[in-house]
């Protein structure tokens, strides 16, 4: 089993729909990275967060440290949303700086 | 304008063909990493560096070498004895290895025939 589990795999929606991705880990973290990769293949930074919830237009990611869960939610969605939605985590403990990544959801909105 | 550049974007190779992707940053990071991407899975890292001349293996690091002989650059190598070569190949950076913000090329997509 994956350390790190992201759902769904691939996502299919209008545009203007909420969209909700989610990402479960199995270990311990200090820190959850959400990323996107374009179709081109470039990948950008959207969140990091440890607790609590952050917000930026119309991306907003919450975790649950005790529930070891995050999702990513977008709301109003528009095409130019469609891409690949990565969750990576950064395991506890002074050593363990390396990321342990998800596989990533596939967003696709339609016109 | 700082960011990472790879190049080039697609390659394309024959079997048996040693080929060597470039990645190079103008951030003034130290650490630099290397990733592998497949179909349907998670990034998997193949060597990283902390500092110059020093760089270590990752998950997947058979088949490939890296040199790190200035702090802007960061190439990999994809030897003859890596048994399925092709894949996406990001390089990233970050500004030290214990910062968690990784920041990331375009990409290189290798083809081996």
């Known amino acids: 089993k994956n350390e790190v589990e992201q759902s769904p795999q691939n996502l299919t929606a209008q545009e203007g729909e909420f969209i909700t991705i989610n990402c479960s880990y199995s270990v311990g973290i200090s820190a959850l990275h959400w990323l996107q990769q374009h179709p081109g293949g470039g990948i950008v930074s959207l969140f990091m967060l440890s607790s609590g919830k952050k917000k930026h237009g119309r991306l907003i990611a919450t975790i649950n440290i005790q529930e070891k869960h995050s999702s990513l939610h977008i709301t109003a969605s528009h095409p130019r949303d469609s891409a690949v939605y990565i969750c990576a985590v950064k395991g506890s403990g002074p050593s363990n700086y390396q990321l342990i990544w998800g596989a990533g959801t596939k967003l696709i909105i339609k016109p | 304008d700082g960011g990472i550049t790879q190049s080039p974007k697609y390659l394309f190779r024959k079997e048996g063909q040693n080929v060597t992707l470039s990645c190079e940053q103008n951030l003034n990071h130290d650490a630099m990493y290397w990733y592998r991407q497949d179909p349907g899975q998670g990034l998997r890292l193949i060597y990283y560096s902390q500092i110059v001349n020093d760089f270590q293996k990752g998950d997947i690091a058979e088949g490939y070498s890296v040199s790190r002989e200035k702090k802007e650059s960061f190439p990999l190598t994809v030897t003859s004895a890596q048994k399925n070569p092709t894949a996406f190949y990001l390089c990233?950076?970050?500004?030290?290895?214990?910062?968690?913000?990784?920041?990331f090329g375009p990409g290189t997509r290798l083809t081996v025939t």
């Open positions: 990233a950076s970050s500004i030290s290895y214990a910062t968690y913000e990784q920041y």
